[in-house]
Nanobody
Framework: QVQLVESGGGLVQPGGSLRLSCAAS????????MSWVRRAPGKDLEWVAS????????VHVDAVKGRFTISRDNAKNTLYLQMNNLKPEDTALYFC?????????????WGQGTQVTVSS
C-alpha cells in the first residue's frame, strides 16, 4: 500500500532554513509526479510545489518562489522541499502528495505531515 512519511519539520526563526523529506513506498515512485502541500492553522490545504516524475521540471506557488525548491531522488524514493528565508506565514503542517499541481487533490494520497513553525 502507498506510504508517504514526511520528516524534517521543526521550529525555526524568521529567515531560517529547513529541509523537508518524504520517504515514499508501495508504488513506483519514479513514475509519479509529486507535490508538497500545506495546511496553515485555520485554513484549507494549499498547494506549494510540484515536480515531474523524472524531476526535470518543477513549479512553485508564487508565495514561495525564490525561497523554496522542490526536488527528488528517484534512486532513494524520496521527495524533498528545501525552504530558505522562512517567514511566519509559512507556518503550517506540510504534506507530500502523489500527483502534480492539478491532480494531487483528486488522487487524495498524502502522508501524515510534518509541522513547520516559523517564529521568533
Amino acid at each position: 500500500q502507498v506510504q508517504l512519511v514526511e520528516s524534517g519539520g521543526g521550529l525555526v526563526q524568521p529567515g531560517g532554513s529547513l529541509r523537508l523529506s518524504c520517504a515514499a513506498s508501495g508504488f513506483s515512485f519514479s513514475d509519479v509526479a509529486m507535490s508538497w502541500v500545506r495546511r496553515a492553522p485555520g485554513k484549507d490545504l494549499e498547494w506549494v510545489a510540484s515536480i515531474t516524475d523524472s524531476g526535470g521540471r518543477s513549479v512553485h506557488v508564487d508565495a514561495v518562489k525564490g525561497r523554496f525548491t522542490i526536488s527528488r531522488d528517484n534512486a532513494k524514493n524520496t521527495l524533498y522541499l528545501q525552504m530558505n528565508n522562512l517567514k511566519p506565514e509559512d507556518t503550517a503542517l506540510y504534506f507530500c502528495a502523489m500527483g502534480g499541481s492539478t491532480t494531487w487533490k483528486s488522487r487524495g494520497s498524502w502522508g501524515q505531515g510534518t509541522q513547520v513553525t516559523v517564529s521568533s
